[in-house]
C-alpha cells in the first residue's frame, strides 16, 4: 500500500514536471514570436531559401551609425560561403531610407558584417538583407525600433 502511494506521487510528480516544461517551452515560444524585434535565434528567409542569425551591434539599434553581424546558411543549416549580399534600411510609416548604402563584407566561411547602417532617426525601421548564389536568391526583413 505504501509503495503504490510513493509511485503514484512520483508519476505525479513527472507529470507535473513535464507539463511544467510544456508549459514553459511555450511560452518561450510564444514569447519570441510576439516580440518582431528578437532575431537572434535562427530564422528563415522570405522564400525560405536560406537560415539566418542576426546579431546588431546596438540591441535595439540607435538613430545613427549600426553594424550588423549574421551568419547565414542554407535550409538545412550549412554555412553560405560567397553569397552576394547587399542591406537596405527603411522606413515605412515615413516612405524613406537612409542617407547611405551599407557596406557587406564575408569575414569568414558563413559569417558577414554589414557596416554603414544609417537610421537617420528614431522608430520603426526594416533592414532587408538581399542573399544571392549562384542557386537561390531570397530575402530576409528586420524590424528594428531604432532608439
Ligand atoms: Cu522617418
Given at each position: 500500500?505504501?509503495?503504490a502511494q510513493k509511485s503514484t506521487l512520483e508519476l505525479n510528480?513527472?507529470?507535473a514536471a513535464g507539463i511544467w516544461l510544456c508549459l514553459t517551452t511555450a511560452c518561450l515560444e510564444f514569447g519570441a514570436k510576439e516580440?518582431?524585434?528578437d532575431t537572434s535565434g535562427m530564422i528563415s528567409s522570405e522564400?525560405?531559401?536560406f537560415k539566418g542569425q542576426f546579431v546588431p551591434e546596438h540591441d535595439p539599434p540607435i538613430s545613427g551609425r549600426n553594424s550588423l553581424e549574421f551568419f547565414l546558411a542554407t535550409d538545412d543549416g550549412e554555412p553560405v560561403v560567397?553569397?552576394?549580399?547587399?542591406?537596405m534600411p527603411f522606413m515605412p510609416s515615413m516612405g524613406h531610407g537612409s542617407t547611405e548604402d551599407p557596406?557587406?563584407?564575408?569575414?569568414?566561411?558563413?559569417?558577414?558584417?554589414v557596416t554603414d547602417i544609417v537610421y537617420t532617426m528614431k522608430g520603426e525601421w526594416t533592414l532587408t538583407i538581399d542573399v544571392e548564389t549562384d542557386s537561390a536568391e531570397d530575402s530576409f526583413v528586420l524590424f528594428y525600433d531604432v532608439e
Open positions: 500500500m505504501k509503495r510528480l513527472v507529470l516580440n518582431f524585434m522564400e525560405g531559401y560567397g553569397a552576394e549580399v547587399t542591406a557596406a557587406v563584407e564575408e569575414q569568414e566561411d558563413g559569417q558577414y558584417l
